[in-house]
Nanobody, 126 residues
């Protein structure tokens, strides 16, 4: 089992940047595919990005490609989401998630992930 704690959210102007962090407990962090999702008020939770066990492979939603970067540091049990050129539509609660599936696929469906953090609010002002 793994516990996830996000941090780094806040208020930023459109065009600005933020870096989210997600700290994980447990000794098997490197065996989880990690993902970031977001949920805006009144909308369903949507996929943002995922990263493979080693960090060598990534998967992004089309809406964030070229502006967001997911990375991980297995020695620190932490996954990051660097968000650049932020737009107002990025305003949402951002969630970190872990997938224990042994196949190591970077799924974009929330139902594929087993563990979730409590979320961190990101607000982009226009």
């Amino acid at each position: 089992q793994v516990q996830l704690v996000e941090s780094g959210g806040g208020l930023v102007q459109a065009g600005g940047s933020l870096r989210l962090s997600c700290a994980a407990s447990g000794r098997t962090f490197s065996r989880y595919v990690m993902g970031w999702f977001r949920q805006a008020p009144g909308k369903e939770r949507e996929f943002v990005a995922a990263i493979s066990w080693s960090g060598g492979n990534t998967n992004y939603a089309d809406s964030v490609k070229g502006r967001f970067t997911i990375s991980r540091d297995n020695a620190k049990n932490t996954v990051y989401l660097q968000m650049n050129s932020l737009k107002s539509e990025a305003t949402a609660v951002y969630y970190c998630a872990a997938d224990s599936d042994l196949r190591g696929f970077m799924f974009d469906a929330a139902g594929s992930y087993d563990y979730w953090g409590q979320g961190t609010q990101v607000t982009v002002s226009s």
